[in-house]
């Protein structure tokens, strides 16, 4: 089953075909709330998202993409699916500027429908840190993604769907060395109620670390092989 009662919460949940991360998650992303994905470049953010959506699309359920990295290509996606009637179920959207994104989040609402199971938007951040210049524009364009967020989630709990915002990172220097966080601070993740982070560690292996989630409280770490077919846990 993709969608099941979480044994933990109220909330149904949407299983990424996974197992022990489907276990670790009390059976997957949450319906009605924001999961929010974080790491840095090539560590399986969009892989994992594409996951959630094509589980769902083979039980005749959509999910609406907003696609600012360019990132998901129907090549990419017929190589996880293996069936080319899985990308009818897949609406793609891709604005080319933070105002654009603004306009589609605020204009989404018209495209769901009762299939409508996720959003994801990938990356939520990358148009917003190509306008960040001064301290007084970033107060704004700090304010307006507060915004869509807040209005992402809003449209969450509505249509009882799971919002994925996906997030890059960038480097704090320390005194110890650079400390990876999320692009815009803590933003997304004050609107999400589940973080996973997602981490290089070798060549097709990548670590995801389950860094907030509403049904535990202790940070749990999950090593997933990264293949043409998707995220699985190596055997």
């Given amino acids: 089953m993709t969608l099941e009662k ?7 949940r949407i299983s990424a075909g996974i197992p022990i991360l489907d276990n670790a998650l009390d059976g997957g992303i949450p319906l009605g709330l924001i999961t929010h994905i974080f790491g840095a470049s090539a560590t399986g953010k969009t892989t994992l998202a594409l996951q959630y959506a094509l589980n ?5 359920m959509k ?16 190589q996880m699916a293996n069936s080319k009637k899985l990308l009818q179920f897949l609406i793609i959207i891709r604005p080319k500027t933070f105002a654009e994104q603004s306009s589609f989040i605020d204009k989404i609402e018209s495209l769901i429908v009762k299939d409508v199971k996720i959003i994801v938007i990938d990356t939520a951040t990358r148009l917003y840190r190509a306008e960040l210049e001064s301290l007084p524009k970033n107060v704004v364009l700090n304010r307006e993604l507060n915004r869509q967020m807040a ?11 799971a919002v994925i915002a996906i997030n ?4 704090e220097s320390k005194e110890n060395g ?10 997304l993740s004050y609107w999400s109620s589940l973080d996973l982070k997602m981490e290089y560690v070798e060549m097709g292996i ?3 670390i389950i860094a907030k989630n509403i049904a535990e409280t202790e940070k749990t770490m999950i090593n997933l092989l990264l293949t043409k077919k998707g995220l699985n846990h190596p055997q």
Wanted: glycine share 8%; net charge positive; charged share 20%.
């Fill in 6 to 12: 979480s044994k933990k919460t109220n909330y149904q």
């Fill in 56 to 60: 769902i699309a083979k039980n005749g």
């Fill in 63 to 78: 999910t609406l993409y907003i696609d600012t990295e360019y990132g998901v290509h129907p090549t990419r996606v017929l």
């Fill in 151 to 161: 209005e992402l989630l809003n449209l969450a709990s509505k249509h009882k769907i």
């Fill in 168 to 171: 890059q990172v960038s480097a």
């Fill in 178 to 187: 650079n400390q990876i966080k999320p692009a815009g601070g803590s933003i």
């Fill in 206 to 208: 990548r670590r995801l």
